[in-house]
């Protein structure tokens, strides 16, 4: 598939992300640690569309549509945040992951204001038994965050154990829980927590089964803009898979084939 978005057909404009470099070396680095950041990828003209589409999905945030919440349903409240589901460089860059059989599982905002608590450690499930199987998230800093400012930790390795139930409220209950007597499957090394900085235009993927949580937004600082969008190899029942059947069947350029099940 082509890198270049221009001769994929899309104006200039539409281009999603700046070049990069994403090859066998980084996929290594991406299957040993669980995670892999690629640093100001975004272009300003995303980074603008993104803002205002994620500012738009927090303003709706505020009444109540249960079941059907905006920052849960994110691209089916927004057309900007629809059209990524299938932007030829978000497919690329999902099937370097993945390979070629792919489906979309989710888009989901996680805007997290100035005084937001964050969240405490823990991984989410898919084929937990079947290796062979992929589940990713494809995350959109879009502008950023410092490591003890709505920052993203991880644990490098721990995706390897495939476990969806690591829980640990604070890093400190984590290093007297879960990663207890657990050592890197691959390297050996005892398993660390890793707190990630982010410029602005940061994408980082994350194999679903990786032990993560994200740091408290200081109460002076402006809201952290992140989307996530989630694909996977079909073949098993997603949880999170949240897609109503209107959306699921809704004509989307470049979506056909990605928005079912199996
Ligand atoms: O807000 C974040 O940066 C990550 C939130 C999270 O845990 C997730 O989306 O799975
Ligand atoms: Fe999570």
Same mark, same amino acid.
């Given at each position: 598939?082509?890198?270049?978005?221009?001769k994929?057909?899309?104006?200039?404009?539409?281009?999603l992300?700046?070049?990069?470099?994403?090859?066998?070396?980084?996929?290594?680095k991406?299957?040993?640690?669980?995670?892999?950041?690629?640093?100001?990828?975004?272009?300003?003209?995303?980074?603008?569309?993104?803002?205002?589409?994620?500012?738009?999905?927090?303003?709706?945030?505020?009444?109540?549509?249960?079941?059907?919440?905006?920052?849960?349903?994110?691209?089916?409240?927004?057309?900007?945040l629809?059209?990524l589901?299938?932007?030829?460089?978000?497919?690329?860059?999902?099937?370097?992951?993945?390979?070629?059989?792919?489906?979309?599982?989710?888009?989901?905002?996680?805007?997290?204001?100035?005084?937001?608590?964050?969240?405490?450690?823990?991984?989410?499930?898919?084929?937990?038994?079947?290796?062979?199987?992929?589940?990713?998230?494809?995350?959109?800093?879009?502008?950023?965050?410092?490591?003890d400012?709505?920052?993203?930790?991880?644990?490098?390795?721990?995706?390897?154990?495939?476990?969806?139930?690591?829980? /640990? *409220?604070?890093?400190? $209950?984590?290093?007297?829980?879960?990663?207890?007597?657990? #050592?890197?499957?691959?390297?050996? @090394?005892? =398993?660390?927590?890793?707190?990630?900085?982010?410029?602005?235009?940061?994408?980082?993927?994350?194999?679903?089964?990786?032990?993560?949580?994200?740091?408290a937004?200081?109460?002076?600082?402006?809201?952290?803009?992140?989307?996530?969008?989630?694909?996977?190899?079909? /073949? *098993?029942?997603?949880? $999170?898979?949240?897609?109503?059947?209107e959306?699921?069947? #809704?004509?989307i350029?470049?979506a @056909?084939? =990605?928005?079912?099940?199996?």
């Amino acid at each position: 598939m082509s890198q270049n978005p221009l001769k994929a057909g899309l104006d200039s404009r539409d281009s999603l992300f700046h070049a990069y470099t994403f090859g066998e070396q980084e996929r290594e680095k991406l299957d040993r640690d669980g995670h892999f950041v690629l640093p100001g990828v975004l272009t300003p003209d995303a980074q603008e569309s993104l803002t205002r589409s994620l500012s738009r999905i927090l303003e709706l945030s505020r009444t109540s549509t249960e079941g059907h919440e905006p920052n849960r349903f994110s691209a089916e409240y927004d057309n900007y945040l629809e059209s990524l589901i299938a932007h030829p460089q978000m497919l690329e860059l999902a099937r370097k992951v993945l390979g070629e059989n792919i489906r979309y599982d989710h888009c989901v905002s996680l805007n997290r204001p100035g005084g937001n608590g964050g969240i405490g450690w823990h991984s989410h499930g898919y084929s937990d038994d079947d290796p062979s199987l992929g589940f990713v998230r494809i995350f959109f800093y879009v502008n950023g965050f410092e490591p003890d400012d709505g920052g993203l930790k991880a644990v490098p390795g721990s995706h390897l154990y495939r476990d969806a139930r690591i829980h /640990g *409220r604070t890093d400190q $209950a984590l290093r007297e829980g879960w990663l207890v007597g657990r #050592k890197h499957p691959e390297t050996g @090394e005892p =398993l660390e927590i890793e707190a990630l900085s982010a410029p602005p235009g940061t994408v980082a993927l994350m194999w679903t089964h990786a032990a993560h949580a994200v740091s408290a937004r200081k109460p002076n600082s402006d809201t952290r803009w992140c989307v996530v969008y989630a694909y996977r190899n079909p /073949g *098993r029942p997603s949880g $999170a898979r949240w897609i109503t059947p209107e959306f699921e069947h #809704k004509p989307i350029p470049g979506a @056909e084939g =990605l928005m079912s099940l199996y």
